[in-house]
C-alpha cells in the first residue's frame, strides 16, 4: 500500500480545518496510508527548511510544493501517482513550507517542485488541497467517479 507522508511547517489551530484534512485522510485510509509531520514554525525558512529534511522519510519520493514547480492536473497528478506505483515507488513525500514560503534548498533537492495553483494560498488551506488532490487522484486511478 502507497505511503503518503505530509511534512509541514507549523500546526493546524483551527478546528473546522483540522476536522476537513482529517476527513480526507480517513477517506484516503482505504487507498493508502497516510500521515502527517509537522514541524515547528522557526524564524528563518532556512531553520524550518533543516527540520523540514528531517521529517522526510528516509526512500520516499519527494514533492515539493513550490510556486515555481510544475503544475497538473488532477488527472495528471492521477497519471503522475500511477507511474510512480508502477516504477515501485512505495512512499511519497510531499514538503509544504511554513507562512514565509519552502527554504529554496527543498525544492533544489526533491525529485519534483509541484505548484498546485499559481494562487497563494495558507499552508493550512494547502494541506487540504493536497488532500483533497490526492484523494481525487486516488478515485481516478480507481476507476471511480469523483468530480463534486
Excluded: W
Aim: hydrophobic fraction near 40%.
Amino acid at each position: 500500500m502507497l505511503k503518503i507522508t505530509v511534512c509541514a511547517v507549523g500546526t493546524i489551530k483551527e478546528k473546522y480545518m483540522r476536522e476537513a484534512i482529517d476527513d480526507y485522510a480517513k477517506r484516503l485510509s482505504r487507498k493508502c496510508k497516510v500521515s502527517f509531520v509537522e514541524v515547528k514554525e522557526c524564524p528563518t525558512v532556512s531553520e524550518e527548511g533543516a527540520l523540514l529534511k528531517k521529517a522526510i522519510p528516509s526512500g520516499a519520493f519527494v514533492i515539493a510544493l513550490d510556486l515555481k514547480g510544475k503544475m497538473m492536473g488532477s488527472e495528471e497528478l492521477a497519471e503522475f501517482i500511477d507511474a510512480k506505483l508502477t516504477e515501485g515507488v512505495s512512499c511519497i513525500a510531499f514538503v509544504i513550507g511554513g507562512s514565509d514560503g519552502l527554504d529554496r534548498t527543498i525544492p533544489a533537492a526533491a525529485d519534483l517542485s509541484l505548484c498546485l495553483s499559481k494562487m497563494t494560498f495558507t499552508h493550512q488551506m494547502t494541506r487540504l488541497i493536497l488532500l483533497e488532490q490526492i484523494y481525487r487522484a486516488m478515485k481516478i486511478n480507481s476507476g471511480e467517479k469523483y468530480h463534486k
